[in-house]
């Protein structure tokens, strides 16, 4: 099935609605913009932000299986046990957010609006802002203020999220109106700090906040996730949301799917654990052999890199001709001249991973030796970010429970 309906672009300001009305629009795009890089100007591999977003990426993940288990009151079948740890008040511990290869929009939200940029994340949940009362932590981040907005409720709840070395980000939960491109979720529920971990502060982390497009399920508020309430108030005619990271004009589309931005049919992979977005890849090829077969993976565009189950990862680049980095367990190298090929079958459709981001870049030290983007993961299931996605059009069915791979259009 393709989706065929015209793209609305909006280039005046966001206004909000008293009351949700259904829209007549099926779709909306929002420009992305890219935060920063994992490479030095040298084209070598920034090991200091690339170990920042492994951990971050590794402690997002985790955080979404506790939160799974404290919703649902059961264990995510993809969690792993004894790799979590809580603090004393029994919060999840995390590392420091990374600001490194993120995708970031422009939201608004109250009345009158106020812009926020955030970052756009199918590996979670929740919707987190900066508060008019948060302390220097928050400096050079769009602030919100409830105190200025009419649609602002307090709904006396705290919130705290746990980072590591004990730093945290904590505040209170509100509700109001949360625009993007005219398609208005009413009384959505979201965090607004009081301070900020270090990792969110503006040095590290350029957008203000951030927006999760997973499910409820994951949420540490356990509250329904921005888009899935504009569905649920007829504000989009197809609940589907859909990505293209592609230059010159990556975009995030709401309601549908942009034909203009790929060509030919859908390949359909379906949810197989609703919480984050998690599909079966139906295998993973290296250098033309069937690596693996049947493996489950979360489609994750906060995460720039490929992180797999350590021994599937270990058998893919034994295939590929990879090495373990000693010093760095689960980074593994290839010959720069010798950039091998993989590529994930998905939907019973194979769909390559380009040779100029499976190369992240060189080794400083030994500038012939390159790092691949596919690293061994603290998971049983595998993450697969925009290194991948990067290269396809991505549609996310919140309705059929499915994601859908397009070949992108050429420019």
């Given at each position: 099935m393709r989706f065929t309906h015209a793209t609305v672009i909006i280039a005046l300001p966001f206004f909000v609605t008293a009351a949700h009305q259904p829209v007549e629009q099926t779709g909306r795009m929002i420009p992305l913009f890219k935060l920063s890089s994992l490479v030095n100007a040298d084209k070598s591999v920034n090991f200091e932000a690339l170990n920042s977003h492994?951990?971050?990426?590794?402690?997002?993940?985790?955080?979404?299986?506790?939160?799974?288990?404290?919703?649902t009151g059961a264990s995510h079948p993809s969690a792993v046990k004894g790799a979590w740890k809580r603090?004393?008040?029994?919060?999840?511990?995390?590392?420091?957010?990374?600001?490194?290869?993120?995708?970031?929009?422009?939201?608004?939200?109250?009345?009158?609006?106020?812009?926020?940029?955030?970052?756009?994340?199918?590996?979670?949940?929740?919707?987190?802002?900066?508060?008019?009362?948060?302390?220097?932590?928050?400096?050079?981040?769009?602030?919100?203020?409830?105190?200025?907005?009419?649609?602002?409720?307090?709904?006396?709840?705290?919130?705290?999220?746990?980072?590591?070395?004990?730093?945290?980000?904590?505040?209170?939960?509100?509700?109001?109106?949360?625009?993007?491109?005219?398609?208005?979720?009413?009384?959505?529920?979201?965090?607004?700090?009081?301070?900020?971990?270090?990792?969110?502060?503006?040095?590290?982390?350029?957008?203000?906040?951030?927006?999760?497009?997973?499910?409820?399920?994951?949420?540490?508020?356990?509250?329904?996730?921005?888009?899935?309430?504009?569905?649920?108030?007829?504000?989009?005619?197809?609940?589907?949301?859909?990505?293209?990271?592609?230059?010159?004009?990556?975009?995030?589309?709401?309601?549908?799917?942009?034909?203009?931005?790929?060509?030919?049919?859908?390949?359909?992979?379906?949810?197989?654990q609703q919480a984050h977005w998690q599909v079966n890849i139906d295998s993973v090829v290296g250098n033309g052999q069937n690596v693996l077969t049947n493996v489950a993976g979360v489609i994750d565009t906060g995460t720039f890199l490929i992180y797999g189950a350590p021994l599937d990862v270990a058998a893919l680049y034994a295939a590929i001709g990879g090495t373990p980095f000693p010093s760095d367990p689960g980074f593994y190298s290839f010959p720069c001249d010798a950039v091998p090929s993989v590529s994930f079958t998905l939907g019973g459709t194979s769909f390559p991973v380009p040779a100029e981001t499976l190369n992240m870049g060189s080794y400083g030290d030994d500038p012939s030796k390159c790092i691949g983007s596919i690293f061994a993961g603290a998971f049983k299931t595998w993450i697969v970010g925009t290194v991948f996605l990067d290269s396809v059009y991505t549609a996310f069915d919140v309705a059929n429970l499915r994601v859908g791979f397009a070949t992108l259009a050429v420019p």
């Open positions: 492994t951990a971050s990426t590794t402690a997002k993940i985790l955080r979404g299986f506790d939160n799974f288990e404290k919703n603090d004393s008040g029994g919060l999840p511990l995390a590392p420091l957010h990374d600001a490194f290869n993120r995708w970031f929009g422009t939201i608004s939200i109250g009345t009158p609006p106020r812009n926020f940029a955030v970052l756009f994340d199918t590996g979670s949940s929740d919707l987190l802002l900066p508060g008019a009362q948060c302390d220097d932590t928050c400096n050079g981040h769009a602030l919100y203020d409830p105190e200025a907005s009419l649609t602002s409720l307090d709904l006396k709840k705290p919130f705290t999220l746990g980072f590591m070395g004990g730093a945290k980000a904590f505040g209170d939960q509100y509700t109001d109106n949360v625009t993007i491109v005219g398609l208005t979720a009413n009384r959505q529920t979201f965090a607004v700090a009081v301070h900020y971990s270090e990792g969110l502060q503006i040095e590290r982390f350029h957008a203000d906040g951030l927006l999760g497009m997973a499910f409820q399920s994951i949420s540490a508020l356990d509250q329904s996730p921005f888009f899935q309430t504009l569905v649920s108030q007829d504000q989009t005619v197809e609940p589907v949301f859909a990505f293209s990271f592609a230059a010159p004009t990556p975009e995030l589309y709401l309601g549908g799917t942009n034909p203009d931005m790929y060509t030919g049919d859908f390949a359909w992979a379906p949810v197989i």
